[in-house]
């Protein structure tokens, strides 16, 4: 990988504002709809481990996850969790950006692309 990967939904507010933010600066990335690609199981717990936990990984304020049924929402292994994000994909926190040196973050703010990116 040579540019960022942006992981995320194309009808999401906020990977729509990171996508027009690195348009912005001109920052060739790639973005993946990760509905249309689902992530493998293997990469989703390297990205929670690298993040510091599935906790860092999932929107727990989302509509899906406060629709989940109480039993759902206490996943209690790593097989669990990627069961649970395969099959309801809009509970991973977006965007997520993958760097090529394989560096992991979540989330959109101007400040946070700008220490990202170094702008």
Known sequence: MTVPMLYGL??????????????RFEIAHEFVDYRA??????????WSQ??????KLVNKSS???RNLLPQRKNPGSDPEWTLLLKEYPALVRRPVVVQPDGSVSVGFTDNGFKKLFGR
């Open 63 to 65: 509509t899906t996850w």
């Open 37 to 46: 690609h689902p992530v493998p199981a293997v990469t989703l717990k390297a």
């Open 10 to 23: 194309p009808n999401c507010d906020t990977c729509k504002k990171a996508r027009n933010w690195l348009a």
């Open 50 to 55: 690298q993040l510091g936990g599935w906790e």
